[in-house]
């Protein structure tokens, strides 16, 4: 299962990316907001903009997140990525879009797993009686 909390403040795209991604893979759980503050309210950091909510993030969680965005600025993408950012998908308006998202996501939160999984192998192990 894989859950994904989806932030946008266009609510038409919210429903729209939801709908069609559940549709395609039913091993997902999506969550919607339209207000940045309810995402802040949940992780506890008001007051900031998204790349700042992205530094603040990497210093309490290594969850993976993918920026969605209509924007195509280059700088933006650049400050998102040194924020921590995963990967950077930017919006279209046709159905072969949402399947490269998904995509996408699977590949960050796979990439993600398999680290953990990695670090957790790598961890000394106490010794038996």
């Keep these: 299962m894989v859950k994904i909390f989806h932030l946008d403040d266009e609510s038409f795209y919210l429903e729209l990316t939801k709908e069609i991604m559940m549709a395609y893979d039913g091993d997902i759980e999506i969550e919607t907001s339209t207000s940045p503050a309810e995402a802040v309210k949940r992780l506890k950091m008001p007051g900031l903009d998204g790349i700042e909510f992205m530094r603040r993030?990497?210093?309490h969680s290594g969850v993976p997140v993918i920026l969605y965005t209509h924007y195509s600025d280059e700088g933006v993408a650049r400050e998102?990525?040194?924020?921590?950012?995963?990967d950077y998908v930017r919006k279209a308006n046709d159905a072969e879009h949402f399947i490269v998202l998904l995509k996408r996501i699977r590949n960050v939160v796979d990439m993600h797993r398999m680290e953990l999984e990695i670090r957790r192998r790598e961890r000394p192990t106490a010794p038996e009686d």
């Design 57 to 59: 993030l990497r210093e």
């Design 80 to 86: 998102a990525f040194k924020a921590g950012v995963n």
